[in-house]
């Protein structure tokens, strides 16, 4: 009887609680798969928390908040995960002063792996001094996931979330950001201002294979990108857009799909859809409306590519689908050959945009501002839609609803 008993001892889930860093290191260095380390209430400032764990997906380990929202981690706090199938949860970041509030890495070579990062939230409400760059998430690895977390009030220079990329990694990407809601953040006056970010110029011909569905984007005035794609094979879909002057750019990279979101101005300025640059994008099922945006914050914008293009700059339309989108009340509707560079003279091709439903009441169906041999139309109605609004906008239960 003593052996089968000391077995079920040793298989057990351990709860660890922790009342500090200091703890929280020590707990770190023994945790098994299915442990929890819980976090003790209160304000936890400056606190640098590390842990590299391996977990399965039956019995991940997790770190927790004794009450969801009463862990308060301020200043220069920051959590680092690394290792497979560890769970955050519950954690409040408050007026982050670090370069990042949470990492899914420790270091270059300790990468978060099919982790998941849950019902946290990080808020801001102090103006960063000037010249100050940080990020409130960093997506490193493969298969992760953040969900139903509230994010708003960033204020420094740079990207509220970036998922980033090696040209030397094997296994990464394939990331999912879902039920979130990202509030709001001001104007930064210059680029840098993006609340999402998928790779970047140097890495944006990779796949990344990401999926962003169900957010809420509130007020994310940022800068003209509010979503900035820089990866090849994202999907962006069913999302809500609310007053937010910018637009979910396709800046680099190829083969995306922007299916069925809501992009809902509120008659805010600025306020855009979607901008179109690279190959074989796909932008489908969609509602624009009460958008004031014009040029790069149209509706739905095309823009013109340059020949032999750096990795920077901007690449080519070709073979992107614009099919089954409405527009209601929207200053500016459907622009093509918009030119972000003096270089940009190349036009799309091989472009189909076909059963959209536009309304025309205040702006045109379309601006055309180049040749457009290359662009094939059909059943576009260019008449008032009787189309109502379909917004999907997520429940409120995240942590945002803490306060």
Avoid at 28 to 42: E, H, M, N, P, Y
Avoid at 281 to 305: K, P, Q, W, Y
Avoid at 326 to 348: Q, R, V, Y
Avoid at 371 to 389: H, L
Wanted: proline content about 4%.
């Amino acid at each position: 009887m003593l052996l089968p008993l000391a077995f079920v001892v040793a298989a057990s889930a351990a709860q660890i609680p922790v009342v500090d860093a200091a703890a929280f290191a020590e707990a770190a260095k023994s945790v098994a798969a299915g442990d929890t380390i819980i976090l003790q209430d209160g304000t936890w400032a400056d606190a640098r928390l590390k842990i590299h764990a391996s977990g399965t997906a039956e019995k991940p380990v997790s770190i927790k908040a004794q009450t969801p929202g009463k862990v308060v981690l301020t200043g220069d706090s920051r959590i680092s995960v690394a290792g497979e199938h560890v769970v955050v949860d519950g954690l409040w970041f408050q007026n982050p002063t670090g370069e990042e509030a949470i990492e899914l890495r420790i270091d270059s070579d300790e990468l978060a792996r099919d982790c998941r990062v849950t019902n946290c939230s990080v808020t801001n409400e102090l103006q960063a001094a000037p010249g100050k760059s940080a990020r409130f998430v960093s997506i490193y690895g493969a298969r992760n996931r953040v969900d139903h977390c509230y994010i708003a009030g960033k204020t420094s220079e740079g990207t509220t979330m970036v998922v980033w990329l090696s040209n030397e990694a094997k296994d990464q990407g394939r990331h999912q950001i879902d039920h979130n809601h990202f509030g709001p953040r001001q104007k930064l006056g210059k680029n840098g201002g993006e609340t999402i970010r998928l790779g970047d110029s140097k890495t944006s011909m990779l796949t990344a294979a990401c999926v962003v569905e169900q957010n809420l984007f509130e007020k994310c005035d940022g800068e003209a990108e509010c979503i900035s794609n820089k990866s090849c094979g994202n999907v962006y879909r069913h999302n809500t857009f609310k007053g937010v002057s910018g637009t979910l750019t396709l800046r680099h990279g190829n083969k995306c799909i922007v299916e069925g979101n809501v992009f809902d101005g509120q008659g805010a300025k600025g306020t855009g859809g979607v901008r179109v640059i690279g190959e074989y994008h796909i932008v489908t099922g969609n509602h624009f409306e009460n958008l004031t945006g014009d040029d790069e914050r149209s509706a739905l914008c095309i823009m013109l590519g340059i020949p032999d293009s750096p990795a920077n700059g901007y690449f080519q339309v070709k073979h992107a689908e614009i099919r089954g989108n409405s527009f209601s009340n929207c200053e500016h509707n459907i622009l093509i050959g918009m030119s972000g560079d003096k270089k940009a003279t190349l036009p799309p091709v091989e472009t189909f945009i076909a059963d959209n439903q536009i309304d025309t009441i205040k702006g045109k169906a379309f601006e055309i501002k180049c040749a457009i041999n290359g662009v094939f139309t059909k059943n576009n109605s260019d008449k008032k839609s009787d189309q109502p609004r379909h917004s999907r906008i997520p429940e409120p239960t995240g942590p945002g609803w803490w306060k």
